[in-house]
């Protein structure tokens, strides 16, 4: 709309004259005028070339050039960030194990603080904080930075106090401020910290699944551009640009909330017992490669994992810490006789309880010869004499051509982070020789992690077939979730091999049935480990390596490895117990916690348990009651 202006027409006054009548010469004025005129000229000449140069896109001040509109939009535009929820983390009953809340900082503008009212905001704040005011007085005072926090994750009720001061006008706070930021909660604790891993104050994923998915979970920013008054606050008609923040994605676990407490419960009863250092226990689901429990101890506090050392929070003992297998080895090795076709079931090794080898004589854990054996009979009575000549007929290329197809010395592939690959040394590696071979069909000069061990035994169990193990059972956003297919790697041994394997290895466990049977049914001959039950298991006794080409003298290793039920197993179990102090073999110190799972899993899994498989005094007949 043009706005219309009114112009009054005034006719010309004629020129003055001066006293004596003549009429003043206009020589001198035009000329006056002229010069007037240039001089204006001149300036309106520069104004408007300035004017032409404010309307362009930049212009030059001091050699500099400068957008104009963009300095316009800095002045008048705010961007924020607007920070996503990160995801949320179940296990498959729907539990949550790790969340996000929004929780307070307290934080100091210190250039707004004078050096006179430092000390006696010190005083306030440091008594309402719980911290020395000589210390407060020391961060408000220094004024380097315009922005200091000075303590993380207080008290909701300490900071509404502030606030309610600050809204209320009183001095007392002043230039203190009162920031929300998320943060990462574990209702559970300690139970499963090693597995879900911790996040940081800067919300990012510093171990296990969190660290691992952290680019998932912890989802996209958003940023809302917005015009703002004098005051910096969002002018209400002003322009606005708002990219929506993405919240993470959440995680549904495979761990089971029955069987990890189990697991949990048995293992830190063993240590209790035993007065040893930790130890782990894994429940892998032997069909699909979903892990159903995986504990260690010494576990944290995710709460709190900065007050623990980076040894305890950043490593997962289940799959970041290797040890020698011992003789739970011997059953990949019998696998493996069978499959490369070096020996068959029957085959039989001289066991002279000793044995020398390359300058060294070898033995077995009481130097006590066991005569003639199978390979069924190794497992049974644990021979490391007879492992090693079965491991000399297998020869060098074939075993560990499949030692590697049974997935040591590599990663398994877990969605948890700093999987470690374990150490296996061939005839490729410096320093090898033949004598590695012979003791590596005993389990000792090879390392393995937890999970690659109970791996190849769920192998086994499920005739040859190699699964790829996962933490993760469904991701989720919203509604709408993707679920994890679990994924067959290959067959590593042939049906047939792997069953043969599992009959010897039922026959190993109820051997081990008096060291956890004889006390309560009087009975000292042989019976069956979980009554009820056909139950496979492979005990171990590992040294520890000393770090100097030797190994420890005073620790040990006891362990045991194996599946139940033995036909159509549901899941294979693996039970280590770092540096026993009561007992030192595997048989007195993992045994007794693999038989307690095992038959607790049969129970829960409603699978009905035979009468016949159990000895006299396991009271058959009230089997079958106890297990409607």
């Given at each position: 709309m043009r706005h219309s202006r009114t112009y009054t027409y005034r006719p010309a006054r004629a020129a003055p004259r001066r006293a004596d009548g003549a009429v003043p010469s206009l020589h001198i004025s035009r000329m006056r005028l002229l010069i007037v005129l240039v001089a204006v000229a001149a300036i309106m000449l520069r104004v408007g070339i300035q004017l032409v140069t404010l309307t362009g896109e930049t212009v030059e001040l001091n050699g500099t050039s400068v957008n104009l509109r963009q300095m316009a939009r800095n002045e008048v535009n705010s961007r924020q960030v607007i920070e996503p929820t990160r995801g949320v983390i179940r296990d498959r009953a729907g539990n949550t194990l790790a969340m996000s809340i929004e929780a307070p900082w307290i934080v100091v503008d210190p250039t707004t603080i004078s050096d006179a009212r430092a000390a006696d905001l010190a005083r306030e704040l440091g008594g309402v904080l719980g911290m020395p005011a000589a210390e407060l007085e020391a961060m408000l005072t220094d004024r380097t930075t315009r922005y200091r926090v000075i303590r993380r994750w207080v008290d909701p009720s300490t900071a509404r106090a502030i606030l309610e001061s600050l809204a209320a006008g009183e001095m007392r706070f002043s230039g203190v401020f009162v920031e929300y930021h998320q943060r990462r909660i574990y209702p559970a604790g300690p139970s499963g910290a090693a597995l879900l891993g911790a996040v940081n104050d800067e919300g990012t994923g510093v171990a296990g699944v969190e660290a691992y998915y952290d680019d998932i979970l912890r989802g996209r920013a958003?940023?809302?551009?917005?015009?703002?008054?004098?005051?910096?606050?969002?002018?209400?008609?002003?322009?606005?640009?708002?990219?929506?923040?993405?919240?993470?994605?959440?995680?549904?676990?495979?761990?089971?909330?029955?069987?990890?407490?189990?697991?949990?419960?048995?293992?830190?009863?063993?240590?209790a017992i035993q007065s040893a250092d930790g130890g782990v226990v894994i429940v892998l689901d032997v069909q699909s490669g979903a892990i159903r429990a995986m504990a260690s101890l010494p576990s944290f506090d995710p709460n709190e994992y900065q007050q623990y050392p980076a040894s305890v929070y950043n490593l997962n003992p289940a799959t970041s810490q290797v040890y020698e297998p011992g003789s739970t080895f011997k059953a990949i090795l019998a696998a493996i006789g069978l499959q490369t076709g070096r020996f068959s079931a029957d085959t039989q090794v001289d066991d002279t309880g000793e044995i020398d080898r390359y300058g060294y004589r070898l033995g077995n854990w009481n130097r006590m010869a066991n005569g003639l054996l199978t390979p069924g009979r190794m497992l049974y009575y644990s021979s490391n004499v007879a492992a090693l000549q079965f491991a000399e007929m297998i020869g060098t290329e074939s075993f560990y051509e499949y030692v590697d197809r049974f997935g040591f010395g590599r990663p398994t592939g877990v969605d948890i982070s700093a999987e470690a690959t374990g150490i296996v040394s061939s005839p490729a590696s410096a320093g090898w020789s033949p004598i590695v071979l012979s003791t590596n069909g005993y389990g000792q000069g090879i390392a393995v992690t937890p999970l690659q061990l109970v791996r190849a035994m769920a192998t086994i169990a499920n005739d040859g077939v190699m699964m790829r193990p996962y933490l993760v059972e469904r991701r989720c956003r919203g509604a709408e979730c993707v679920s994890t297919q679990p994924r067959a790697i290959k067959q590593v041994v042939a049906p047939d091999v792997a069953q043969a394997v599992q009959r010897m290895l039922v026959e190993s466990a109820n051997h081990y049935a008096p060291v956890v049977w004889s006390e309560i049914t009087g009975q000292g001959g042989d019976t069956w480990l979980v009554p009820g039950y056909e139950v496979a298991a492979k005990t171990g006794t590992?040294?520890?390596p000393n770090g100097r080409g030797g190994y420890e003298t005073d620790g040990v290793i006891g362990s045991v490895v194996g599946f139940a039920p033995a036909k159509q197993a549901r899941y294979a179990i693996l039970v280590k117990i770092d540096r026993p102090r009561r007992d030192p073999w595997g048989v007195d110190t993992a045994i007794p916690v693999f038989q307690a799972i095992a038959e607790q899993l049969m129970r829960y899994e409603h699978i009905p348990p035979d009468a016949a498989l159990a000895g006299p005094g396991q009271i058959a007949g009230e089997l079958v009651a106890a297990h409607p």
């Open positions: 958003g940023i809302l551009t917005a015009e703002i008054d004098a005051r910096a606050q969002p002018i209400g008609i002003g322009q606005q640009e708002l990219r929506a923040a993405n919240d993470g994605i959440d995680l549904e676990l495979t761990i089971d909330p029955f069987i990890q407490s189990l697991a949990e419960r048995e293992l830190e009863q063993a240590i590992s040294s520890i």
